[in-house]
Nanobody
Framework: QVQLVESGGGLVQAGGSLRLSCAAS????????MGWFRQAPGKEREFVAR????????WYADSVKGRVTISRDNTKNTVYLQMNSLKPEDTAVYYC???????????????????WGKGTLVTVSL
């Protein structure tokens, strides 16, 4: 069992930056691939970014590529999402998730994760 707790959300002006954190607990948490997803009001949850368990591979949604960086520190069992040049359309609840399995192809952009956090709200104002 893995527990995930997100933090770092808040209100930011367009063009600003935020860094989200996801603390994972559980004996094998550092061996899981991790991902960030988001859900805007009235929309479905969507993929944002994913990182392999050693951090050597990353995947990004086209909508955030170049503005967002996912990273992890396995010594702290923590995953980060650095978001720059934020836009109002980035407003959403951001969820951290963990996957016991490696991904391949389009599966690396899917939401088939094993564990989910409760989310942290990011609001980007004009």
């Amino acid at each position: 069992q893995v527990q995930l707790v997100e933090s770092g959300g808040g209100l930011v002006q367009a063009g600003g930056s935020l860094r989200l954190s996801c603390a994972a607990s559980g004996r094998t948490a550092s061996t899981y691939a991790m991902g960030w997803f988001r859900q805007a009001p009235g929309k479905e949850r969507e993929f944002v970014a994913r990182i392999s368990w050693l951090g050597g591979s990353t995947w990004y949604a086209d909508s955030v590529k170049g503005r967002v960086t996912i990273s992890r520190d396995n010594t702290k069992n923590t995953v980060y999402l650095q978001m720059n040049s934020l836009k109002p359309e980035d407003t959403a609840v951001y969820y951290c998730a963990a996957d016991r399995h490696a991904c391949s192809g389009n599966g690396c952009y899917g939401n088939g994760m094993d564990y989910w956090g409760k989310g942290t709200l990011v609001t980007v104002s004009l």
